[in-house]
């Protein structure tokens, strides 16, 4: 039956394929002469590799493998350079072998949903052109850092893996608009949240976030996903404020920070020459309040923001967002509405 279609498509010279549902172990050699194939469809059946002649249909573009038997992404993948779809969902795949990435310079759309992959290898970087990843019930553990260079991705699902945290360099991603980390256990997101200027989507459901990061309300999200968190709850307590004494450290630190903003300064002018220090100083943060910088101490404070009324979005609902205070002479004044955090 299999081999009835492969010699109507020879003949008709079309240019899709599809043999999904055939319950095909293995692919005949015959297939090497499809040269000319653009769509193929080898979703739902047996396979648990794939030939090597497969690599003569140098003009395909998609090819679904979902729902077979692989156990590895088939070596000969690295050879389809013209590959822009490509589905590897429902296999037992364990490993992702960085030399087939390394051959898919065209790639757009990967989806390897319904696997067993732990690790995404840093060499996912050269899937130069990818635009959607999609690795969602895996057992993924991290991402890598690599993923922030891949500056054409659009969409990203990692929902229903094992994750704990994820890169900072994930906001680096200006195109981002879809980001799905359902179902993990991210217990918070890294500051920098203001580098996502187009995502319109963030589903974070079913984590452990207890407040979103600093600037969060700023972002121009038109769908936020949040249920079963553990964010902090709008209960006003009392509480002790300790004798706040900072350590000559840091203020040092926020004198050269201070000082570091006038280019005319002593200070401005000296720093280039220790690069060390400066590396140190990057890490600085700003008072919510006074807008004076600071590096090692600060006071955590949550403010609650609706996503309505701060965020534009149709769904009103209340969210606890990070702000960081300089000090408590800040956080005493009582023109703001920032509440201090206790970590129960
Ligand atoms: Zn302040």
């Known amino acids: 039956m299999v081999n009835d279609s492969i010699i109507k498509?020879?003949?008709?010279?079309?240019?899709?394929?599809?043999?999904?549902?055939?319950?095909?172990?293995?692919l005949p050699e015959v297939f090497a002469r499809l040269t000319w194939?653009?769509?193929?469809?080898?979703?739902?059946?047996?396979?648990?590799?794939?030939?090597?002649?497969?690599?003569?249909?140098?003009?395909?573009?998609?090819?679904?493998?979902?729902?077979?038997?692989?156990?590895?992404?088939?070596?000969?993948?690295?050879?389809?350079?013209?590959?822009?779809?490509?589905?590897?969902?429902?296999?037992?795949?364990?490993?992702?072998?960085?030399?087939?990435?390394?051959?898919?310079?065209?790639?757009e759309l990967l989806n390897l949903n319904h696997n067993r992959i732990k690790v995404i290898p840093a060499e996912i970087k050269r899937l130069c052109s990818l635009k959607?990843?999609?690795?969602?019930?895996?057992?993924?553990?991290?991402?890598?850092?690599?993923?922030?260079?891949?500056?054409?991705?659009?969409?990203i699902n990692f929902t229903n893996n094992k994750l704990t945290q994820i890169p900072q360099q994930l906001y680096s991603l200006p195109q981002l608009r879809k980001l799905y980390l359902a179902r993990n256990n991210l217990t918070e997101l890294p500051e920098g949240?203001?580098?996502?200027?187009?995502?319109?989507?963030?589903?974070?459901?079913?984590?452990?976030?207890?407040v979103f990061p600093v600037g969060f309300q700023f972002l121009t999200l038109e769908e936020l996903f949040f249920e079963g968190n553990r964010l902090?709850?709008?209960?006003?307590?009392?509480?002790?404020?300790?004798?706040?004494?900072?350590?000559?450290?840091?203020?040092?630190?926020?004198?050269?920070?201070?000082?570091?903003?006038?280019?005319?300064?002593?200070?401005?002018?000296?720093?280039?020459?220790?690069p060390e220090l400066q590396d140190m100083l990057s890490h600085w943060g700003q008072c919510a309040l006074c807008s004076q910088p600071f590096l090692t101490t600060w006071l955590e404070c949550v403010q609650?923001?609706?996503?309505?009324?701060h965020m534009g979005m149709k769904s009103s609902q209340s969210v606890p967002v990070r702000v960081l205070l300089c000090s408590y002479d800040c956080f005493n004044r009582d023109d703001h509405q920032y509440y201090g955090l206790v970590r129960l």
Request: net charge positive; hydrophobic share 40%.
């Open 132 to 155: 959607s990843i999609s690795v969602t019930d895996n057992l993924l553990q991290q991402i890598p850092a690599e993923l922030g260079l891949m500056k054409c991705l659009t969409e």
């Open 232 to 274: 902090v709850p709008f209960t006003l307590m009392e509480s002790v404020q300790e004798k706040e004494v900072l350590s000559l450290k840091e203020l040092s630190a926020r004198l050269i920070l201070q000082q570091s903003t006038n280019e005319l300064s002593v200070v401005s002018r000296a720093l280039p020459a220790y």
């Open 37 to 107: 194939i653009v769509v193929l469809k080898l979703n739902n059946n047996s396979l648990s590799s794939l030939p090597s002649e497969l690599m003569c249909l140098q003009k395909l573009t998609e090819l679904n493998l979902g729902n077979n038997a692989l156990e590895e992404i088939p070596p000969v993948l690295k050879h389809l350079s013209c590959l822009n779809k490509l589905y590897l969902y429902g296999n037992k795949i364990i490993h992702l072998p960085p030399e087939v990435l390394e051959g898919l310079p065209n790639l």
């Open 304 to 309: 609650f923001i609706n996503t309505r009324k």
């Open 9 to 26: 498509a020879l003949k008709t010279k079309s240019k899709s394929l599809n043999l999904s549902s055939r319950k095909i172990t293995h």
């Open 193 to 210: 949240a203001l580098g996502w200027k187009n995502l319109k989507i963030l589903d974070v459901a079913g984590n452990r976030l207890s």
